[in-house]
């Protein structure tokens, strides 16, 4: 389990796509400090496992399930990675409680900056309508966010500065893939 509080923005050093079981391998330094081999650790919001650990990389390992049903299927090297340790006893609960499963990969309509923070649109599939709400909680990319105002077609939120420049949220653009998990409280 995870809040959606970002500890650090690593980079993806290689994807190695094989058949069942694929290979992530990610540059850290302080998640990989605070990481073990058999933890878990949200990538862009998707619970892995680290299965290995050398000089700074954590390297997981990844079911074909887990490369068609999230964003990291479209990782290229040097693309920043939003990373969270898995929440301990004890932690600060300062987002909202994030399981790591992801539910959707869905696309950012556009990005745009109002002289002081960031709003974000993004589409938002009819499947998809009766899991969201205005004011509910969101993980994109693993980030603990509110929604603000549900559209016919998409929703969008407001990032403020900290989390923008804290995150890889600054790197995302419109048409850009974003991993989605709605908040599982509204889930049916």
């Known amino acids: 389990m995870f809040t959606g509080i970002i500890k650090e923005v690593g980079s993806v050093l290689k994807l190695t796509k094989r058949g069942k079981?694929?290979?992530?391998?990610?540059?850290?330094?302080?998640v990989y400090k605070q990481t073990e081999v058999s933890d878990s650790v949200a990538?862009?919001?998707?619970?892995?496992t680290v299965v290995e650990k050398d000089k700074s990389k954590l390297i997981f390992d990844l079911a074909a399930s887990t490369l068609a049903?999230?964003?990291?299927?479209?990782?290229?090297?040097?693309?920043p990675v939003n990373l969270e340790p898995a929440l301990e006893v004890g932690d600060k609960l300062?987002?909202?409680?994030?399981?790591g499963h992801i539910d959707s990969v869905l696309k950012i309509k556009r990005v745009t900056d109002r002289s002081g923070y960031w709003e974000f649109e993004i589409y938002l599939p009819n499947k998809n309508k009766n899991k969201i709400v205005e004011k509910g909680s969101i993980a994109l990319d693993g980030v603990s966010l509110t929604v603000k105002k549900v559209l016919p077609t998409s929703f969008t939120l407001d990032i403020i500065?900290?989390?923008?420049?804290?995150?890889?949220?600054?790197?995302?653009?419109?048409?850009?893939?974003?991993n989605v998990?709605?908040?599982?409280?509204?889930?049916k």
Do not use: M, Q
Request: contains cysteine.
């Open 21 to 30: 079981i694929s290979k992530l391998e990610i540059a850290s330094d302080l």
């Open 43 to 48: 990538i862009n919001g998707a619970c892995l």
């Open 69 to 79: 049903d999230t964003n990291i299927k479209f990782f290229k090297n040097k693309e």
């Open 94 to 99: 300062g987002g909202h409680f994030v399981l």
């Open 161 to 178: 500065p900290f989390t923008y420049n804290n995150t890889n949220l600054k790197f995302r653009k419109a048409g850009h893939w974003l």
């Open 181 to 187: 998990e709605f908040d599982y409280l509204l889930k």
